[in-house]
C-alpha cells in the first residue's frame, strides 16, 4: 500500500498514478466505495449542467448554513488550492483533515481481490466523501465534475439531483449535440426522487429519461420561476414553486443576470426537501446576502475595475457579456484571456469581440491549453485587429498579461480576467502574493 506524508505528495502521485486523465465508467469507483461501507444518513443534493453549477451549490451552501445545519460541499475544480474542493460549514478542509481518508481510500483500493486504479478525480472525490461521511452532516451539497451520469460524484444516489443548464461543452466525452449532452446530465436523476431542470428549454432526452426511470421532474418555467425584473423600484423578487411561494426577496449576492434561475433552481430543490431540511424565509434571506464564489463575474474593489470570470464557453461567455453591457461606462475594456484548446474559442470570442478594446493573451501550463499564439490566429480570424483603440499582445504567463493590462488601463478602464479556471487562478495567486 502506497502510503504519503503530506497532501502535496499524495495529489502529486495521483497526477500521475492512473494513465487516463479522465476515464468514463463507475465500475472501478463503485467497487472501492462497497470497500470503503461508504454511505450518508442525510439528503445529499447533486448539481450538475454546464454552467451555474458553483452558484447554485453556493447558493444552496449558503442558506443551509444560515438555517444552521452542519453542511459539506464538494465543488470542483479549485482555483488556488485543492482544499477548496472540501468544505464543512463554509471551511476549506485542512491536509491534516483529510489525510486520514486519503489513506482509507488506499487501503480499501488495495485491499480488493483485484486492486483498481483510480484516476485523480476519483480517488480525491471518495476521500472528500469519506471524510464527509465521517461528520454527522445534516446535508451534503456535490457538485458533478463533468457530465453526470458516469462522473464520480454519482456512485452516490442523490435525494435531489438539480441540473442547471445544458449547452455544448467537453465534446470528446459527452457528445456534440444538446440532446446527447442532457441525456449524461440526466444521469443524475434517481427514480422516485425530486429532478431539477433550470435550463429554460431543456432537450427531449432529458424529459424522456427522467420519465423513463420514474423521476419527479421539476421544469423551470412548467413547475417553478421566478417573477420580478432588476431594475424594478425595489430591487426584489419572488419564487413560485409548487406548493411554495418565497416574496420580497433581495438578489442575492453573486452578481449577473443568469443568477436568478441559479437561485430559483436552489429554492426549488430546497422546497422539494422541505420535510427533511425545512428553511425559514429569514434563512432563505440571510442566505442569499452572504453568498460568496470566488471566480464568478467577481468584480473587485477599486479602480481600475478588475473583473473575474471562469466563463470557458460560448453560452458562459454570452453572460459574461450580458453582465459586462451592464456595468456602465468605461473608456476601454483589457482582457486577460487563456483558454484550453478543447474549447470553441472562436464561439467564445464571437460574444465578447464586442466589449472588449485590448486583448492581453496567454498560454497557461498545461499541455491542452491553446497557446497565445493559437488565441491571437483565432482572433484575427474574428475580425479582431490592432488599431488606435485596441490591440492584441500575447504573454507566457495570465500574471505577465495582467501587469500589462495593469500598467496601460487608468482608474477609467477595466480589465476582465477570463477564460479558463487556470487564466483566473494565475491572475488571483499573482494579486494575492503582492498582498503579502
Known amino acids: 500500500m502506497t502510503h504519503f506524508p503530506t497532501l502535496d505528495a499524495w495529489l502529486a502521485h495521483l497526477e500521475s498514478a492512473h494513465p487516463v486523465g479522465i476515464d468514463m465508467g463507475l465500475t472501478r469507483i463503485g467497487q472501492v466505495k462497497d470497500a470503503l461501507g461508504l454511505a450518508f444518513h442525510c439528503p445529499v443534493i447533486t448539481v450538475g449542467g454546464t454552467n451555474g453549477k458553483g452558484s447554485t451549490c453556493a447558493m444552496l451552501e449558503s442558506i443551509l448554513r444560515a438555517s444552521g445545519y452542519h453542511v459539506g460541499c464538494h465543488t470542483s475544480p479549485h482555483l488556488l488550492e485543492f482544499n477548496e474542493r472540501a468544505r464543512i460549514d463554509g471551511r476549506n478542509a485542512t491536509d491534516d483533515e483529510l489525510l486520514p481518508h486519503f489513506e482509507a481510500v488506499e487501503a480499501a483500493r488495495t485491499r480488493l481481490a483485484e486492486p483498481v486504479s483510480l484516476t485523480y478525480f476519483e480517488f480525491t472525490t471518495l476521500a472528500i466523501l469519506h471524510w464527509f461521511a465521517s461528520r454527522e452532516l445534516d446535508a451534503v451539497i456535490l457538485e458533478v465534475g463533468l457530465g453526470g451520469r458516469l462522473d464520480a460524484v454519482n456512485i452516490v444516489d442523490a435525494d435531489c439531483a438539480i441540473v442547471t443548464s445544458i449547452d455544448i461543452d467537453h465534446t470528446e466525452y459527452l457528445g456534440d449535440t444538446r440532446e446527447k449532452i442532457a441525456y449524461e446530465k440526466a444521469g443524475i436523476f434517481r427514480p422516485g426522487r425530486p429532478a431539477i431542470c433550470a435550463d429554460p428549454a431543456p432537450p427531449q432526452s432529458l424529459i424522456d429519461h427522467a420519465q423513463a426511470i420514474g423521476a419527479e421532474l421539476w421544469l423551470f418555467g412548467r413547475d417553478f420561476r421566478y417573477e420580478g425584473q432588476a431594475g424594478s423600484e425595489r430591487q426584489q423578487w419572488s419564487y413560485v414553486g409548487p406548493t411554495a411561494r418565497r416574496s420580497a426577496l433581495a438578489y442575492p449576492a453573486l452578481r449577473g443576470a ?179
Not at 466563463?311 to 461606462?329: D, I, T
Not at 478543447?342 to 470570442?349: L, P
Request: charged share 25%; net charge negative.
Open 258 to 436: 443568469n443568477q436568478l434561475i441559479n437561485t430559483s433552481a436552489a429554492l426549488a430543490a430546497l422546497e422539494a426537501l422541505r420535510d427533511r431540511l425545512p428553511v425559514s424565509a429569514q434563512d432563505v434571506r440571510l442566505g442569499l446576502a452572504n453568498v460568496e464564489l470566488p471566480g464568478r463575474f467577481q468584480v473587485l474593489p477599486g479602480r481600475p475595475a478588475i473583473v473575474l470570470d471562469v466563463a470557458h464557453n460560448p453560452h458562459a461567455a454570452a453572460v459574461l457579456a450580458q453582465n459586462l453591457g451592464s456595468m456602465g461606462f468605461f473608456r476601454y475594456t483589457y482582457a486577460v484571456f487563456g483558454a484550453m484548446r478543447d474549447k470553441d474559442i472562436a464561439g467564445v470570442v464571437k460574444h465578447l469581440k464586442g466589449e472588449i478594446d485590448h486583448w492581453c493573451l496567454t498560454d497557461l501550463p498545461l499541455g491542452r491549453a491553446a497557446s497565445a499564439a493559437d488565441l491571437d490566429e483565432i482572433l484575427r480570424t474574428e475580425g479582431v485587429e490592432d488599431g488606435p483603440d485596441s490591440s492584441i499582445r500575447r504573454f507566457a504567463s495570465p500574471a505577465e498579461a495582467f501587469q500589462d493590462a495593469l500598467s496601460r488601463a487608468t482608474d477609467d478602464d477595466r480589465i476582465v480576467v477570463f477564460g479558463s479556471f487556470y487564466t483566473v487562478a494565475g491572475v488571483m495567486a499573482y494579486r494575492k502574493s503582492r498582498q503579502h
